[in-house]
Structure formats: structure tokens, C-alpha cells
């Protein structure tokens, strides 16, 4: 079975940054995206970030293009979602999502496999 284990959430100012983990396991190869969703209280999930495990392409949202930087360790299965200048607006939880085919995309149905969300708060 795949499970997606996400952390490295908590409270931070304006203007400062933070690292999130997804531990992605039960994968046999690295056919498969990685994405980091978002949702804030009362909107829709939206998108911010996904990666390709086979190739390392990415994909940025318009939002936190700049911003947000994500990475990947293929040996230990993780990836890695640094975020900076971190605004309010940023407040969320973050999910990370496992689609087996390895195109980069934000569609959020194409994600077969969710992790728990991690709570990220931007204090003003």
C-alpha cells in the first residue's frame, strides 16, 4: 500500500519561512508526482506545488511561484517543500498527494493517494 506521511508544519511570522516533508512509501519505483495541496478554512483545496519523482520537473502555482521551492531525495523517498516570505495568506493545511503517473500536474483528482494535512499558520 502507498501512504503518504506529511510534516514539518506549525506557526511563523510574516516574512518567515518553513520546510515540509512528504515520506512517500510503498512505491516500487519512482513512476509516480508528488503534490502539495492546500486548503484554508471555508475554500476549496487548491494546488500549490508538485514534482515529478521520475524526472524532478516541477510545477509552481502562480501564488508561490518564487517563493516556494520543492525537492525531492529519491533515496529516501521524500520531498521537500521550502517555503519563504511566507505571507498570511499562506494559512492552510497542507496536504501532500501521490499521483502514480509521473507528470507534474495540480488536477486534483488525478491524485490517488493523500496524506494527513499539516497545519501551517502565518501570523501578521
Known amino acids: 500500500d502507498v501512504q503518504l506521511q506529511a510534516s514539518g508544519g506549525g506557526l511563523v511570522q510574516a516574512g518567515g519561512s518553513l520546510r515540509l516533508s512528504c515520506v512517500a512509501s510503498g512505491f516500487t519505483s519512482n513512476e509516480y508526482a508528488i503534490g502539495w495541496f492546500r486548503q484554508a478554512p471555508g475554500k476549496e483545496r487548491e494546488g500549490v506545488s508538485c514534482i515529478s519523482a521520475s524526472d524532478g520537473s516541477t510545477y509552481y502555482a502562480d501564488s508561490v511561484k518564487g517563493r516556494f521551492t520543492l525537492s525531492i531525495d529519491n533515496a529516501k523517498n521524500t520531498v521537500y517543500l521550502q517555503m519563504n516570505s511566507l505571507k498570511p495568506e499562506d494559512t492552510a493545511v497542507y496536504y501532500c498527494?501521490?499521483?502514480?503517473?509521473?507528470?507534474?500536474?495540480?488536477?486534483?483528482?488525478?491524485?490517488?493517494?493523500w496524506g494527513q494535512g499539516t497545519q501551517v499558520t502565518v501570523s501578521s
Open positions: 498527494a501521490a499521483d502514480d503517473i509521473p507528470l507534474p500536474n495540480m488536477i486534483l483528482y488525478e491524485y490517488d493517494y
